[in-house]
Protein backbone atom coordinates (compact mmCIF):
# COMPACT_ATOMS: atom_id res chain seq x y z
CA UNK A 1 0.00 0.00 0.00
CA UNK A 2 1.48 3.62 -1.07
CA UNK A 3 0.38 6.12 1.31
CA UNK A 4 0.37 9.94 0.85
CA UNK A 5 -0.06 11.90 3.95
CA UNK A 6 -2.23 14.57 3.02
CA UNK A 7 -3.07 16.03 7.03
CA UNK A 8 -0.81 15.60 10.57
CA UNK A 9 -2.22 17.84 13.57
CA UNK A 10 -1.47 17.51 17.06
CA UNK A 11 -4.15 16.89 19.79
CA UNK A 12 -3.84 19.33 22.36
CA UNK A 13 -5.47 19.09 25.89
CA UNK A 14 -6.98 22.01 27.98
CA UNK A 15 -3.20 22.97 29.15
CA UNK A 16 -2.02 23.01 25.02
CA UNK A 17 -0.05 19.87 26.06
CA UNK A 18 0.36 17.09 23.28
CA UNK A 19 -1.66 14.27 23.76
CA UNK A 20 -1.56 12.75 20.63
CA UNK A 21 -1.60 13.46 16.90
CA UNK A 22 -4.18 13.27 14.16
CA UNK A 23 -3.26 11.91 10.21
CA UNK A 24 -5.85 11.74 7.43
CA UNK A 25 -4.08 9.45 4.72
CA UNK A 26 -5.16 9.05 1.06
CA UNK A 27 -4.10 4.96 -0.26
CA UNK A 28 -2.66 5.90 -3.91
CA UNK A 29 -1.97 2.29 -4.87
CA UNK A 30 -3.69 2.35 -7.57
CA UNK A 31 -3.02 5.42 -9.03
CA UNK A 32 0.70 4.66 -8.66
CA UNK A 33 -0.24 1.12 -10.16
CA UNK A 34 -2.36 2.99 -12.98
CA UNK A 35 0.76 5.03 -13.73
CA UNK A 36 2.73 2.35 -14.32
CA UNK A 37 0.82 0.31 -16.61
CA UNK A 38 0.45 3.58 -18.53
CA UNK A 39 4.24 4.14 -18.87
CA UNK A 40 4.64 0.57 -19.51
CA UNK A 41 1.98 0.53 -22.40
CA UNK A 42 3.54 3.37 -23.91
CA UNK A 43 6.55 1.68 -24.18
CA UNK A 44 5.41 -1.12 -25.67
CA UNK A 45 3.65 1.19 -28.28
CA UNK A 46 6.58 2.92 -29.35
CA UNK A 47 8.52 0.03 -29.62
CA UNK A 48 5.36 -1.59 -31.92
CA UNK A 49 6.07 1.18 -33.76
CA UNK A 50 9.79 1.19 -34.48
CA UNK A 51 9.26 -2.02 -35.53
CA UNK A 52 6.61 -1.22 -37.44
CA UNK A 53 8.09 1.16 -39.43
CA UNK A 54 11.49 -1.19 -39.66
CA UNK A 55 9.30 -4.40 -41.30
CA UNK A 56 7.68 -1.47 -43.98
CA UNK A 57 11.29 -0.95 -45.10
CA UNK A 58 12.17 -4.62 -45.35
CA UNK A 59 9.14 -5.09 -47.34
CA UNK A 60 9.30 -2.08 -49.84
CA UNK A 61 13.39 -3.20 -50.32
CA UNK A 62 12.60 -6.39 -51.93
CA UNK A 63 9.82 -5.32 -53.90
CA UNK A 64 11.95 -2.80 -55.33
CA UNK A 65 14.89 -5.99 -56.42
CA UNK A 66 11.43 -7.76 -57.64
CA UNK A 67 10.39 -4.94 -60.12
CA UNK A 68 13.74 -4.38 -61.27
CA UNK A 69 14.75 -7.96 -61.99
CA UNK A 70 10.88 -8.61 -64.18
CA UNK A 71 11.76 -5.20 -65.83
CA UNK A 72 15.06 -6.92 -66.97
CA UNK A 73 14.46 -10.47 -66.97
CA UNK A 74 11.01 -10.81 -67.84
CA UNK A 75 9.09 -7.66 -69.86
CA UNK A 76 5.92 -9.94 -70.87
CA UNK A 77 5.10 -10.71 -67.36
CA UNK A 78 6.01 -6.66 -66.23
CA UNK A 79 2.37 -5.21 -65.86
CA UNK A 80 1.00 -7.91 -63.71
CA UNK A 81 3.80 -8.16 -61.39
CA UNK A 82 3.95 -4.11 -61.05
CA UNK A 83 0.10 -4.23 -59.98
CA UNK A 84 0.49 -6.68 -57.61
CA UNK A 85 4.21 -4.28 -56.09
CA UNK A 86 1.42 -1.47 -56.05
CA UNK A 87 -1.03 -3.06 -53.92
CA UNK A 88 1.60 -4.56 -51.85
CA UNK A 89 2.80 -0.49 -51.24
CA UNK A 90 -0.49 0.98 -51.24
CA UNK A 91 -0.99 -1.60 -48.06
CA UNK A 92 2.70 -0.62 -46.79
CA UNK A 93 1.64 3.33 -47.36
CA UNK A 94 -1.63 3.08 -45.29
CA UNK A 95 0.42 1.29 -42.16
CA UNK A 96 2.97 4.20 -42.63
CA UNK A 97 -0.07 6.72 -42.37
CA UNK A 98 -1.27 4.49 -39.17
CA UNK A 99 2.08 4.87 -37.62
CA UNK A 100 2.19 8.72 -38.20
CA UNK A 101 -1.54 8.61 -35.70
CA UNK A 102 0.34 6.41 -33.76
CA UNK A 103 3.05 9.20 -33.01
CA UNK A 104 0.51 11.66 -32.48
CA UNK A 105 -1.63 9.84 -30.28
CA UNK A 106 1.15 9.20 -28.19
CA UNK A 107 2.56 12.71 -27.79
CA UNK A 108 -1.10 13.84 -27.07
CA UNK A 109 -1.07 11.30 -24.41
CA UNK A 110 2.00 12.32 -23.28
CA UNK A 111 1.53 16.13 -23.15
CA UNK A 112 -2.31 16.09 -21.84
CA UNK A 113 -2.56 13.00 -19.21
CA UNK A 114 1.17 12.38 -18.71
CA UNK A 115 0.85 9.10 -19.57
CA UNK A 116 4.53 7.34 -20.31
CA UNK A 117 6.68 10.59 -19.10
CA UNK A 118 9.93 9.24 -17.87
Known amino acids: MIIRQSLVS ?16 I ?3 DQKILE ?8 QLEHN ?6 LNDKIRNPLTVIATL ?6 H ?3 QINQSIREIDDI ?15 SFLQ ?3 GFGNR
Do not use: C, F, Q
Not at 10 to 25: E, Q, V
Not at 49 to 54: F, N, R, Y
Not at 70 to 75: F, K, L, R, T
Not at 94 to 104: F, G, T, V
Open 77 to 79: IEK
Open 10 to 25: PIRDMSDNITGTIAIA
Open 27 to 29: DIT
Open 92 to 106: ITNLDKRWMESEKTI
Open 36 to 43: KESKNLLI
Open 70 to 75: IDMHAP
Open 49 to 54: LVELAI
Open 111 to 113: KHY
